[in-house]
């Protein structure tokens, strides 16, 4: 059984259907990407395994739970952790007061997350406002870590760094994999890095799941079909 399945997944946002049919499987300790152009549904089907959308058809489990009826909170505490889209950081709270915020008891503290992230350490009492991008997006991943999840999801944790900080992020992302084997979910548009990191793929297309595989078989000429601009 998948630690996440999700199967024939259909989504709206009002009467705008957005997902028609999304099926993902991502084992305990896998690292999935979860990939598509723009506008695709990534971000979407992120948001119904969190809990912050409602699914309309088809059925999301966790750890063998269905966890449709559950409020994003609860699913939270079964060990969902996100990252989300543009960091949301709490801007008038401090460094260390935003990664305790939402904590829970487990191997991940603020000692853990210094560790992975030093600079958190550095600007322990600055408000995340004066925060930079980097920083502010650093400090989202520690935040998510500081919940003890099982399943780390990143939405576009490298969309508009400066190519020194993606590095930093990446390098994260890998030593999470090698270090603790938790699973981790990716949305991101960089092929290169996710070849190094993922051990599998799902594309989507129009809010449907198109292809499902090894992230090795994504081959140039499916990477032109459904990533290209």
């Not at 089907?45 to 750890?63: E, N, Q």
């Amino acid at each position: 059984m998948s630690f996440l399945s999700l199967t024939g997944v259909t989504a709206s946002y009002g009467p705008a259907q957005a997902l028609f049919g999304v099926d993902l499987a991502l084992a305990e300790g896998e690292v999935c990407a979860l990939m598509g152009r723009n506008g695709m549904g990534k971000s979407t089907t992120v948001k119904v395994i969190c809990r912050l959308l409602g699914h309309s058809g088809g059925s999301v489990t966790f750890d063998g739970r269905d966890i449709a009826g559950l409020p994003p909170h609860r699913a939270a505490r079964l060990g969902l952790g996100l990252v989300p889209e543009g960091r949301r950081c709490f801007p008038n709270l401090t460094v260390h007061e935003n990664l305790i915020a939402a904590a829970r008891p487990g191997d991940w503290d603020f000692r853990r997350v210094a560790g992975l992230f030093p600079r958190l350490e550095e600007r322990r009492d600055q408000m995340a406002a004066s925060l930079s991008g980097g920083e502010q997006q650093m400090l989202a991943i520690g935040r998510a870590l500081m919940t003890n999840p099982r399943l780390l999801i990143l939405d576009e944790a490298t969309e508009g760094l400066a190519p020194v900080v993606r590095q930093e992020i990446w390098s994260a992302v890998r030593r999470l994999r090698s270090e603790t084997g938790m699973a981790i979910l990716l949305v991101d548009k960089s092929l290169s890095e996710l070849r190094q990191v993922a051990d599998s793929a799902v594309i989507l297309e129009r809010g449907t799941s198109v292809w499902a595989g090894a992230m090795s078989d994504v081959s140039p000429a499916l990477a032109d079909q459904y990533l290209g601009v």
